[in-house]
């Protein structure tokens, strides 16, 4: 079997179909009673509204799902994601881009979804798009993310991009980068063209980082990319997002990481995830398994960067901008060469297509056959089970730190007030 065909094979079937509709609230078991997380709220309840499974009673359960507002998904925001370029100058072995990993030698670079670059035609396309699928739906501001491969490998056309969504009403305006190319002097432009978020994925601390994101000739990152945010956040307003991926070989040296990081950085303006790697179906062996213990493990991990300065965001059960509602009606998910995808995740991915910016969406059942949301259909650490299990232990151990040091407690007053007996 060609390479080609393994891929089409391994790719078929990779994907979960969509089903509208987020994810629905969960309940947690905190320290003192329950959290419920909603899409717009996180509220505490008192143990005596739950039953010895853990359900609430139907009183509460209506009541929580009436203070509930409208997800995003109802907003006058409009979702958009281009995919700047496909080209990454790293190698990184897990990328959800990758379609096949080398047999030999250790280090080889992995096949990727085919390589493109948008161009000014393609920015003028995309634009226009966007204007006119915004007036369609009645949408009057718009979300952007620039992503990739690697966007900063072009920072012209990011540029253009953030400045050719401003008349569209730009607003959280944000960028997925690896961090190599992303200078001060970058930094400054795109603030200025309108860019407020900038995500970086670190891969543990400095020698498990350089064993796994590295450059296409085999050369670690880690000093590259944090001389280049330190350098950034110094001379920007910009927010940022540290996302830490953890796999076997890179847990361990987290919490150096988190300490490291302390040191070099303004912690209050970092915003920290951590993130366990997934096999996305192309044989990667070091991801890590989902565990009670393990749970607990990066809970107190999160209670250390909390320590440090660092935010860490309370979990939520809101659906997402881009690809919850089939057919592209919160938002969109542009290629480099102008078709239209239901998520990154699938962009560039073989019979995962849904439309091209110039021709529109495909029809039904078309489009419905090839939606595919957040998740990816990665080859799952454990069972279902286990990881929620395993969501719900961190998850309580976060809201708990978070309620603790008074982080909610302007979000949840009023939920208080309602949900404790009289």
Same mark, same amino acid.
């Not at 505490?44 to 509204?49: A, D, G, L, T």
């Not at 203070?67 to 190698?91: F, H, Q």
């Not at 000014?120 to 634009?127: G, M």
């Given at each position: 079997?060609?390479?080609?065909?393994?891929?089409?094979?391994?790719i078929? #079937?990779?994907?979960?179909?969509?089903?509208?509709?987020?994810?629905g609230?969960?309940?947690?078991?905190?320290?003192? #009673?329950?959290?419920?997380?909603?899409?717009?709220?996180?509220?505490?309840?008192?143990?005596?509204?739950?039953?010895?499974? +853990?359900? &609430?009673?139907?009183?509460?359960?209506?009541?929580?799902a009436?203070?509930?507002?409208? &997800? /995003?998904?109802?907003?006058?925001?409009?979702?958009?994601?281009?995919?700047?370029?496909?080209?990454?100058?790293?190698?990184?072995?897990?990328?959800?881009?990758?379609?096949?990993?080398?047999?030999? &030698?250790?280090? $080889?670079i992995? !096949?990727?979804i085919?390589?493109?670059?948008v161009?000014d035609?393609?920015?003028? *396309?995309?634009? $226009?798009?966007?204007?006119?699928?915004?007036?369609?739906?009645?949408?009057?501001?718009?979300k !952007?993310?620039?992503?990739?491969?690697?966007?900063?490998?072009?920072?012209?056309?990011?540029l253009?991009?953030?400045?050719?969504?401003? &008349?569209?009403?730009?607003t959280?305006?944000?960028?997925?980068?690896?961090?190599?190319?992303?200078?001060?002097? =970058?930094?400054?432009?795109?603030?200025?063209?309108?860019?407020?978020?900038?995500?970086?994925?670190?891969?543990?601390?400095?020698?498990?980082? *350089?064993?796994?994101?590295?450059?296409?000739? =085999?050369?670690?990152?880690?000093?590259?990319?944090?001389?280049?945010?330190?350098?950034?956040?110094?001379?920007?307003?910009?927010?940022?997002?540290?996302?830490?991926?953890?796999?076997?070989?890179?847990?361990?040296?987290?919490?150096?990481?988190?300490?490291?990081?302390?040191?070099?950085? *303004?912690?209050?303006?970092?915003?920290?995830?951590? /993130?366990?790697?997934?096999?996305? +179906?192309?044989?990667?062996?070091?991801?890590?398994?989902?565990?009670?213990?393990l749970?607990?493990?990066?809970?107190?991990l999160?209670?250390?960067?909390?320590d440090?300065?660092?935010?860490?965001?309370?979990?939520?059960?809101?659906?997402?901008?881009?690809? *919850?509602?089939?057919?592209g009606?919160?938002? /969109?998910?542009?290629?480099s060469?102008?078709?239209?995808?239901?998520?990154?995740?699938?962009?560039?991915?073989?019979?995962?297509?849904?439309?091209?910016?110039?021709?529109?969406?495909?029809?039904?059942p078309?489009?419905?056959?090839?939606?595919?949301?957040?998740?990816y259909?990665?080859?799952p650490?454990t069972?279902?089970?286990?990881?929620?299990?395993?969501?719900?232990?961190?998850?309580?151990i976060?809201?708990?730190?978070?309620?603790?040091? =008074?982080?909610?407690?302007?979000?949840?007053?009023?939920?208080?007030?309602?949900?404790?007996?009289?």
């Amino acid at each position: 079997m060609s390479a080609l065909a393994r891929r089409r094979t391994r790719i078929r #079937g990779k994907f979960e179909p969509a089903e509208n509709g987020g994810p629905g609230m969960r309940f947690i078991r905190g320290a003192a #009673g329950y959290w419920a997380v909603g899409s717009t709220f996180v509220a505490r309840v008192p143990e005596q509204h739950f039953d010895a499974q +853990g359900r &609430p009673t139907p009183a509460v359960r209506e009541l929580l799902a009436a203070r509930d507002a409208a &997800p /995003a998904t109802d907003s006058d925001l409009y979702g958009l994601t281009v995919l700047v370029t496909t080209r990454c100058n790293l190698a990184c072995p897990y990328c959800f881009q990758n379609t096949e990993l080398p047999q030999a &030698p250790e280090g $080889a670079i992995p !096949l990727r979804i085919p390589g493109a670059t948008v161009d000014d035609r393609k920015v003028a *396309d995309i634009l $226009a798009f966007t204007r006119d699928r915004m007036a369609e739906l009645n949408k009057t501001a718009v979300k !952007l993310m620039l992503f990739g491969g690697e966007p900063t490998m072009f920072p012209g056309y990011c540029l253009k991009l953030l400045e050719g969504c401003r &008349p569209l009403g730009l607003t959280g305006a944000s960028m997925i980068s690896n961090g190599t190319l992303f200078d001060a002097a =970058g930094a400054i432009e795109m603030e200025r063209a309108g860019l407020e978020w900038v995500q970086i994925s670190l891969d543990g601390d400095a020698a498990d980082h *350089d064993r796994s994101r590295i450059t296409l000739g =085999g050369r670690g990152t880690f000093a590259t990319i944090l001389r280049n945010v330190e350098a950034a956040s110094a001379r920007t307003a910009l927010k940022w997002r540290l996302r830490v991926n953890i796999s076997r070989e890179s847990i361990d040296g987290v919490q150096t990481l988190i300490d490291r990081l302390g040191d070099r950085l *303004d912690t209050g303006r970092f915003m920290l995830k951590l /993130a366990l790697i997934q096999d996305v +179906g192309i044989g990667y062996q070091k991801s890590v398994r989902h565990s009670a213990e393990l749970a607990k493990r990066v809970g107190e991990l999160y209670l250390h960067a909390m320590d440090a300065g660092f935010t860490v965001a309370p979990p939520r059960a809101a659906p997402c901008l881009f690809c *919850d509602a089939v057919g592209g009606t919160t938002g /969109a998910v542009v290629n480099s060469d102008g078709t239209l995808y239901s998520c990154c995740h699938s962009a560039g991915q073989d019979g995962y297509d849904v439309g091209t910016v110039t021709a529109g969406y495909h029809r039904e059942p078309v489009v419905r056959e090839r939606w595919v949301m957040c998740g990816y259909g990665a080859e799952p650490n454990t069972d279902k089970a286990a990881e929620r299990l395993h969501a719900d232990i961190v998850d309580a151990i976060v809201l708990d730190r978070l309620h603790a040091t =008074g982080s909610l407690a302007a979000a949840t007053a009023s939920q208080f007030a309602l949900m404790d007996p009289a």
